[in-house]
């Protein structure tokens, strides 16, 4: 079994939402009363799918009907539980990798319409400018407005190189969008670096892959031989990063703590507490460091944001993250049946606080573009509070309401990314602070 911390992905089937059942022989151990009801709902379940086949107008798929059953339950326990069926175990395997086909968007369901969390860095969604929180309402001309996400990502499905028009929905826009998409194999590299000004490293993060903490000691090697032991300062983006693997989030939040806890996990059972602490040694101690986020960083980039925030090893800066936080654990089912993607535990930032629906709030919130009073009004918010099911924070702390940002690009404003420029500004203003300190004895 693996543990991950990612959204539903459109990967390389556009599949990797799928359906799934868990077994009841649990209930064999349980008291007879709750035995008894399990099996009157079962008898039920059975004496209506008879009902169905025999009487329904049309023909019905009885495979798909169990399927949808099935899709039915887990789905109204939380939005990241669901199966996955052999081929799409097997995708979800690949994509994990760090290398799969498919349009490059981490997707999930509201309202009836498919959601995006954000596009991969240069995959077909995002040269096409699809945004965290674009719903699509249609797909080749089609409305799948109320279809099963599964059966929306299936629709999705197609050979690379072939074409694809999306129909996109965006709060900001009059009319509804719309965009033609090439399928073509993905292969983020999930790590890249530059340095900028001269002496500040930049390192953009945007999955947890296999492969990133491998991407990301590189680029740290890299970044060291240009810029010497101690550059100015270390940028870590990790804004429309969809998260990934845990064991990864924790590898390389390593990389940037000395020692201490990283993230720790609870399961149902309160003492059930599983820590994961600092183990590869600090890069760059004494750096200055910023991390960006914004609202499509999820899961494993929040662990990373989280970590570095409470151990005060970095300054945060950008909008609300997403708040995803919970962890799904992958159980390969018997018979080659698939598996089952089961929230197990909620996860904890090393002070102990969840983030669960409310996200990480940065220290600087800087927006990426300019708000009117207008645009605040027709806004709608996206963030994992706002999925249908899901888990409340067990802190009862509730996610901040859309408001005006504290910081947004003036209007003469002609950079390409003022977040970043903002994060290279306080980068210079904590560097010159800490060398204008007087110095001991």
């Not at 089952?340 to 904890?348: E, G, I, N, Q, S």
């Amino acid at each position: 079994m693996r543990s991950l911390m990612m959204g539903t992905t459109v990967g390389a089937v556009l599949g990797l939402t799928a359906i799934g059942v868990t077994s009841l022989a649990w209930s064999a151990n349980g008291p007879a009363n709750e035995r008894e009801e399990i099996y009157q709902q079962l008898d039920l379940f059975a004496e209506i799918l008879t009902r169905v086949r025999g009487d329904y107008v049309i023909d019905v798929d009885e495979t798909e009907a169990m399927e949808a059953a099935i899709n039915g339950m887990l789905s109204s326990l939380d939005p990241h539980s669901s199966y996955l069926p052999a081929e799409d175990f097997e995708a979800m395997q690949v994509q994990s990798s760090g290398e799969y086909g498919g349009l490059g968007i981490e997707v999930t369901s509201d309202d009836g319409y498919v959601k995006i969390i954000s596009p991969i860095d240069d995959s077909p969604a995002s040269r096409a400018d699809v945004r965290s929180g674009d719903l699509i309402s249609a797909i080749n001309g089609k409305s799948i407005v109320g279809l099963p996400l599964n059966d929306a990502i299936k629709d999705m499905r197609g050979e690379v190189g072939t074409d694809i028009d999306l129909t996109i929905i965006r709060a900001e826009a009059e009319e509804p969008i719309e965009v033609t998409l090439t399928r073509e194999i993905i292969r983020p590299k999930s790590v890249v670096h530059e340095v900028l000004d001269d002496d500040i490293g930049y390192i953009r993060i945007s999955a947890f892959n296999e492969r990133t903490t491998i991407l990301l000691d590189e680029s740290l090697n890299a970044l060291e031989e240009q810029l010497g032991e101690k550059p100015a300062g270390l940028i870590l983006d990790l804004r429309n990063n969809p998260g990934g693997l845990l064991d990864e989030a924790v590898s390389v939040s390593s990389m940037f703590l000395f020692s201490g806890e990283v993230v720790s996990t609870r399961g149902r059972d309160a003492r059930d507490i599983e820590r994961y602490n600092a183990s590869r040694g600090e890069r760059f101690p004494d750096v200055p460091m910023i991390v960006l986020i914004n609202g499509g960083s999820a899961s494993a980039a929040e662990i990373v944001a989280g970590a570095l925030q409470d151990k005060g090893r970095a300054k945060i800066l950008g909008t609300t993250s997403f708040g995803k936080g919970s962890v799904q654990t992958v159980i390969p089912l018997s018979a080659q049946r698939g598996a089952l993607r089961l929230t197990t535990a909620r996860y904890y930032t090393p002070s102990g606080r969840s983030i669960q629906a409310t996200g990480i709030e940065p220290d600087y919130e800087v927006s990426q573009r300019v708000i009117t009073e207008e645009d605040l009004e027709a806004m709608r918010r996206f963030s994992e509070a706002d999925l249908p099911n899901a888990l409340d924070n067990d802190s009862g702390i509730e996610r901040r309401e859309i408001h005006m940002p504290d910081d947004m690009p003036p209007e003469d404003y002609d950079g390409e990314d003022y977040q970043l420029d903002k994060a290279i500004e306080h980068m210079r203003s904590v560097t010159l602070t800490s060398l204008e300190k007087p110095s001991a004895g």
